[in-house]
């Protein structure tokens, strides 16, 4: 959570100063160079840093910044695999469908789920990672949870307005509480007023960097909650119709689950500490 807190602060002077993305991305289209778009505030996915370390790239319409993170080290091998520049672009969230329906931007790289709205809108490559809901605990305090029917009678949490919380109500007689955010679970989690929370296994790997929480590893529709695979897996996102789908999807095929698993354990890692 260290890591989740000291990303959220980087983020606010991000997006301080890029804006919807619009301040330095308005030059002619240039083919040799690949734009991707992305948040550069969304740990372990990406996040935003002061220098070059570790494969850090510059942030492009950002003075003096840089990105890291899963999605930059995608990013990476595609461009690098098509033989392109990459420049990556910090966009608001909601900005960054419009920037690829326009042309501003070649692709997404941001974390994003290929659901079903957001494929009505623009194209999704293959996924380039799948991850499991687990259950984010203090260290060993729910050694005895196997599967979620073990859930029963505990006081788990979900972030409101999530489908981890739909999946939490409807699949599992927890002793529900319903909560607005990640850091809201985490301190409530601390206090002892739940026993643990819904997260992705990423979020939940960057928290348990810090030895006194661990996380039960639920398997999805297995020993876990079912799910649809659109919701617990990301993808790129391109233009309608671009040609640009199938040359990612070419990379992503030499890019397999133990590889995926690697590199995010590696920018879990990587990711900013708060006293950093």
């Known amino acids: ?38 948040e550069c505030n969304y740990a372990p996915y990406n996040w935003s840093q002061a220098d070059d370390s570790n494969g850090a790239v510059a942030i492009a319409n950002v003075d003096n910044m840089y990105t ?15 033989g392109k520049k990459l420049e ?9 469908i419009p920037g690829v329906q326009s042309g501003n ?17 623009i194209d999704f490559s293959d996924n380039y990672y799948t991850s499991n809901l687990v259950i984010v605990t203090k260290k060993d305090a729910l050694a005895d949870v196997k599967t979620i029917a073990d859930l029963k009678d505990r006081k788990i949490a979900a972030q409101s307005g999530t489908f981890h919380l739909d ?20 301190m409530a989690l601390g ?5 643990g929370y819904v997260a992705e296994e990423p979020t939940a790997m960057a928290v348990c960097e810090d030895p006194d929480y661990g996380y039960v590893a639920l398997e999805n529709n297995s020993t876990g909650f079912k799910v649809n695979d659109d919701d617990v ?31 995010m354990s590696k920018m879990v890692k990587l990711a900013p500490s708060e006293e950093e």
């Not at 931007?105 to 809108?121: F, H």
């Not at 999946?167 to 985490?186: K, P, R």
């Not at 993808?235 to 133990?258: P, Q």
């Open 68 to 82: 890291n993170g899963y999605d930059v080290q995608v990013a990476q091998k595609i461009a690098d695999t098509m």
């Open 233 to 263: 897996s990301i993808a790129v996102g391109v233009k309608k119709d671009s040609e640009l789908k199938d040359k990612i999807n070419a990379v992503l095929e030499g890019f397999d689950s133990d590889a995926q698993r690697e590199l």
């Open 105 to 121: 931007l070649d692709m997404i790289i941001a974390g994003m789920s290929p659901t079903a709205e957001r494929r009505e809108k």
């Open 1 to 38: 959570m260290k890591k989740i807190i000291s990303v959220l602060m980087a983020a606010a002077v991000v997006l301080g100063l890029a804006g919807c993305g619009a301040t330095k991305d308005d030059t002619a289209k240039d083919d040799s160079v690949l734009r991707v778009g992305m």
């Open 191 to 195: 206090a002892g007023t739940i026993d």
């Open 88 to 96: 990556i672009y910090s966009y608001e969230w909601d900005s960054l």
């Open 167 to 186: 999946a939490l109500t409807s699949q599992t007689e927890a002793q529900i509480s319903e909560l607005a955010d990640f850091s809201t679970m985490f």
